[in-house]
């Protein structure tokens, strides 16, 4: 274990390397203390966990898109919980195997799950505008997406949280320095580095890992958006909400992260979500306004 002072600290030691599951990240909890929680967590295979979950200064709301998740719901959620003091949203697309039957008992029992059920598999773009605009209805600051199948750590999700500061989107990025996936098979780290790379050398914003599902976002931002007039649904969705907002002018930051395939469930990646981002992409220059300059990542 590797015990740092705060977010920031967290951020460059992940850069220079160091697996996050390792880091014991103080802000402001007491050394001795925080070590031995994360040193139990760590045990459990909970990962390092802090001795009560990091507040962020801003009321801020993670919406954790379902399909069929009924193995992970529950376990994601508390995890979320024992990293983060925060809302979660659940929005399930009826899932067949009862993730949404789940939700709900879980909503019923702590005010701070909500559950958005939906009529059916409509995508996760669709899925998380519904998401974001939950959050400004409800007046929160900061909206967070994150997947449902722990290939994104919840001891990253402060790392973003804290960081979106001075950033009006962070991305929890696997192609920066100290980013990687963990697990992947060759085609499907070639499907990614392939769609990235192509992205980047269509759209050129800056942004590295544009596919990336981690993100946090302000919701002030957001409310700048025309969320009206997204268009795609599947990994398209994540490219052209971070296009929109870099060609709105706002400040694109990617902090590293270790990504790491699905134990548990079916994944929902197809010919379809992949075709859909090809032919979207050199669309989305033409598309999307450019305003107040574009700011770049
Ligand atoms: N509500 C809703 N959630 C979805 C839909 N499609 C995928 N999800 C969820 O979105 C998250 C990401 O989907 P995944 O199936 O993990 O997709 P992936 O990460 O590209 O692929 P794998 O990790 O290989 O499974 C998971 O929490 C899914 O349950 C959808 O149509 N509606
Ligand atoms: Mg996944």
Redesign the pocket.
């Known amino acids: 274990m590797v015990v740092v002072e705060d977010f920031a600290a967290a951020e460059t030691k992940v850069r220079d390397g160091i697996d996050s599951s390792r880091l014991v990240v103080l802000q402001g909890q007491e050394r001795t203390h925080a070590l031995t929680a994360a040193l139990a967590g760590a045990a459990e295979g909970r990962g390092p966990v802090p001795v009560r979950a990091h507040t962020p200064p801003w009321r801020t709301l993670v919406v ?6 009924k193995g992970n719901v529950e376990a994601i959620v508390r995890a979320v919980h024992s990293y983060l003091d925060c809302d979660v949203l659940i ?3 009826g899932s067949p195997d009862g993730t949404g039957e789940i939700a709900d008992r879980m909503s019923a029992a702590d005010a701070r799950v909500k559950v958005l059920h ?1 009529q059916g ?4 773009g669709t ?1 998380y505008i519904a998401g974001f605009r939950f959050a400004i209805e409800h007046g929160y600051e900061r909206v967070c997406e994150m ?3 722990f ?1 994104h750590a919840p001891w990253d999700l402060p790392r973003l949280v804290f960081a979106s500061g001075d950033a009006e989107l962070v991305i929890g990025s696997r192609y920066v320095k100290g980013g990687c996936t963990v697990g992947w098979d060759f085609k ?1 780290r070639m499907l990614s580095r392939g769609a990235n790379l192509y992205t980047r050398m269509v759209l050129s914003s800056g942004v590295r890992d544009n596919t990336a ?1 981690f993100r946090c976002f302000q919701v002030a931002a957001l409310q700048q958006l025309d969320l009206a007039a997204v268009h795609a649904q599947g ?1 398209a969705f994540q490219i052209e909400m971070a296009f929109r907002m870099v060609r709105r002018g706002f400040k694109v930051k990617e902090v590293p992260i270790h990504f790491v ?2 134990r548990v ?5 197809d010919g379809k979500i992949a075709r859909e981002a090809l032919l979207l992409v050199p669309k989305l220059r033409g598309r999307v306004p450019k305003q107040r300059g574009e700011a770049g990542a």
């Not at 469930?265 to 990646?269: A, C, I, T, Y």
């Open positions: 954790i898109p379902t399909y069929n998740e929005v399930d697309d939906r598999k409509q995508g996760l899925a997947d449902a199948d290939s499907r599902g990994y395939d699905r469930g079916q994944s929902k990646m």
